[in-house]
């Protein structure tokens, strides 16, 4: 296929930054040579940075940056770099804190505005064309006109940034007293919404790290009301439509405080952390319904984000035909249509109506009654409920295969993959489930054989065969618990020397 422009994104490997190499926008990928051309040509820089399946930066780059009037302005004013937030999380971090610094928020895509040095002075996320013109502009008139406006603004910003990244070094154990733990709960249990679950008000994201350590502070201190915090937090998931019931997975938050409409991309890291929380959630508690997630998110995860050589994929898009969460919802007829006599129980175990709760009388699938309650009312066993509902669930997944899918991000990502590696180990620890472990060991095979060098550097990205950036701490560190914890699982002793070999070139690099 013939393309009209080419930027010297076509030379990269990220399938975000691949996304962008045919736009009328002279895009630069962030490194030298950008940062070069903005100091000799005295021109400020434009730093855009987003992810693949991040759906506002699609939108934004189909109303700005496929714009030939909106890039003939930004390609004669500004040097334009675009950043993969996952392959540079660093660059990412540093004018997500000039965003946070300005706004006192953040989220993507990232648009911030540079002065030749590097140095931010403006930060935003999402605009229309006409926003961004009129930004663009406003500060193309300041650069020409009173410049050192900009470079006091850069200036102060760039001071905050760095009191914000400057973390103090503790040498001290880290260990807390369970007065210390009652005092943290004490202030979360303000912001917790024990009716609906999470984090009180909307959007809501997951957030297991906050859950997990719920759970570790129950099982220490036996406050009832730490787990209760938990188990209406894991039980409104797995009933809300942030949970994918027909394929299995979460999506990356909801959009309302009911759980119920999510912003339908997926990500591994989310679900990996996710499994990890209610496999140990299920050891706890042994509600039936936290092993129901993890075996269907972790069949997802096989099905759909698994390599051929064992590796695991980023994320698959919000978007499918252009459209948000097309591929995941479902009109009453659509349910009518594809299950015949099944279909009452459906639309009543999901929620479905005519109208939908989403666009053009589409649904996304949500819970808010129990099994026993469902069969009651249609004068059926539990055991005769779940029959039917796993079959329209597999009739309905054959359906949506059909479909078009979702873009997939097929970056193998270090830190990601080690999490995924935790999960699997994780859900082999609660239910035993001997596939899980061989899953875990092919994927840390997979690790040592691509993505660390025989000196013990981790490499940050994998795709087709090419490995490229060097590793972040996360990538080091979680790769290295995941190893510990294979070895605790398997007694496998390469898994622990493996592991304090890459703790040892943490340490001396």
Not at 204 to 212: A, L, R, Y
Not at 473 to 490: M, P
Request: proline fraction near 4%.
């Amino acid at each position: 296929m013939e393309h009209r422009y080419t930027n010297p994104l076509i030379h990269e490997n990220s399938p975000y930054l691949l996304q962008h190499a045919h736009n009328p926008v002279n895009w630069y990928p962030w490194g030298d040579e950008a940062l070069t051309k903005a100091k000799i040509e005295n021109k400020m820089l434009i730093i855009s940075i987003g992810y693949s399946s991040c759906h506002w930066c699609h939108v934004m780059k189909r109303e700005c940056f496929e714009d030939t009037s909106v890039a003939d302005i930004m390609n004669e004013n500004f040097v334009c770099i675009k950043v993969d937030r996952e392959e540079r999380p660093d660059v990412d971090q540093v004018y997500m804190n000039a965003l946070y610094l300005i706004h006192g928020g953040g989220g993507w895509p990232l648009n911030a505005l540079a002065l030749p040095d590097e140095k931010p002075f403006f930060a935003g996320t999402y605009f229309t064309k006409e926003q961004w013109i009129s930004v663009l502009r406003f500060f193309i008139e300041l650069y020409q006109n009173t410049p050192e406006k900009l470079r006091m603004q850069a200036e102060n910003l760039t001071r905050h940034i760095g009191l914000i990244e400057n973390i103090p070094f503790v040498n001290e154990p880290a260990q807390s007293t369970i007065a210390e733990m009652n005092q943290v709960f004490d202030h979360m249990k303000k912001g917790i919404d024990f009716d609906k679950g999470g984090i009180k008000g909307a959007p809501k994201f997951p957030m297991p790290s906050v859950w997990e350590f719920l759970m570790y502070y129950y099982y220490v201190s036996n406050n009832k009301e730490a787990l209760q915090a938990v188990n209406v937090t894991l039980q409104n998931m797995a009933f809300g439509g942030i949970y994918d019931h027909i394929g299995g997975g979460f999506a990356r938050y909801s959009t309302d405080e009911d759980w119920r409409i999510p912003h339908f991309e997926k990500m591994l890291y989310d679900n990996a952390q996710l499994v990890s929380l209610y496999s140990k959630a299920y050891q706890l508690t042994h509600d039936i319904q936290y092993k129901n997630v993890v075996y269907e998110t972790l069949s997802f995860i096989k099905n759909e984000m698994t390599s051929p050589e064992n590796g695991f994929y980023s994320s698959f898009d919000a978007e499918s035909e252009g459209v948000e969460g097309k591929f995941y919802v479902w009109s009453k007829r659509d349910i009518e249509n594809a299950l015949g006599n099944d279909a009452p129980l459906l639309l009543r175990y999901y929620n479905i109506t005519e109208e939908g709760n989403w666009q053009a009388g589409k649904n996304v699938l949500f819970r808010t009654i129990d099994d026993r309650q469902i069969a009651l009312e249609f004068n059926i066993t539990t055991q005769q409920l779940e029959a039917i509902v796993n079959h329209s669930k597999s009739v309905l997944r054959a359906i949506r295969l059909r479909r078009i899918r979702p873009g997939l991000d097929d970056k193998i990502i270090t830190s990601w993959n080690a999490l995924m590696l935790i999960a699997y180990v994780n859900a082999y620890r609660a239910f035993g489930e001997r596939d899980f472990l061989l899953t875990a060991v092919a994927n840390a095979e997979f690790i040592t054989k691509n993505c660390i060098s025989q000196s013990n550097k981790i490499y940050r990205i994998y795709r087709k065969g090419i490995v490229s950036g060097n590793g972040f701490l996360d990538d080091y560190a979680f790769t290295i618990s995941a190893f510990i914890q294979l070895y605790q699982v398997t007694f496998d002793e390469k898994w622990l020397n493996k592991a304090k070999e890459l703790t040892d070139y943490t340490l001396e690099n």
